[in-house]
T-cell receptor, first 110, second 113 residues
């Protein structure tokens, strides 16, 4: 059975801190790993990773995938209160479904 | 362009009742997937519809069913509601069913009392 595990499940930091969120997976026919940010309801897309060792960056957020060790990390530098959200990791295999982790609830305090 | 629209936004039902949720995909998207989100379980895949046919199904009991219409709008039905069905139900649309091209709706919050 496909499985995605995220850690930590929750994290409280102060503005300006750097955070690292972890995602490990066991899936058959791996195709891609995706990160989403969920602030209220609709998850919004952050990154899609398919190749090992290639960092994706968007502003203060970055992510990298290790296909040998079956994990990914999402880094957020210089956190802001607007980064407070649930961060979801999902793995796609061949086909249309995604297997999600439980998510990491990030709270950034001023 | 308009996003994925889910209705209603909130719903309260009693045990034993049934409920129907609606999802209108982005114009031109032919695939609609449904997910259930609960604390502690994350998002779990329910099913996917493409061109009016169920193409993929998750591990949920038969009380959960769905359909898709010719305009790609999809409905999800849950019969004989249980307390454990309380959740946020999210739908996601994509052009051809590629999970890498998902756009999620804002969800329907179902509370079963």
């Amino acid at each position: 059975e496909d499985k995605v595990v995220q850690s930590p499940l929750s994290l409280v930091v102060h503005e300006g801190d750097t955070v690292t969120l972890n995602c490990s997976y066991e899936v058959t026919n791996f195709r891609s790993l995706l990160w989403y940010k969920q602030e209220k309801k609709a998850p919004t897309f952050l990154f899609m990773l398919t190749s090992s060792g290639i960092e994706k960056k968007s502003g203060r957020l970055s992510s990298i995938l290790d296909k040998k060790e079956l994990f990914s990390i999402l880094n957020i530098t210089a956190t802001q209160t607007g980064d407070s959200a649930i961060y979801l990791c999902a793995v796609g295999n061949v086909g249309s479904r995604l297997t999600f982790g439980e998510g990491t609830q990030l709270t950034v305090n001023p | 362009k308009a996003g994925v629209t889910q209705t209603p936004r909130y719903l309260i039902k009693t045990r034993g009742q049934q409920v129907t949720l609606s999802c209108s995909p982005i114009s031109g998207h032919r695939s609609v997937s449904w997910y259930q989100q609960t604390p502690g379980q994350g998002l779990q895949f329910l099913f996917e519809y493409f061109s009016e046919t169920q193409r993929n199904k998750g591990n949920f009991p038969g009380r959960f069913s769905g359909r898709q219409f010719s305009n790609s709008r999809s409905e999800m039905n849950v019969s004989t509601l249980e307390l454990g069905d309380s959740a946020l139900y999210l739908c996601a649309s994509s052009l051809e069913g590629d999970s890498q091209g998902y756009t999620f709706g804002s969800g329907t919050r179902l509370t079963v009392v």
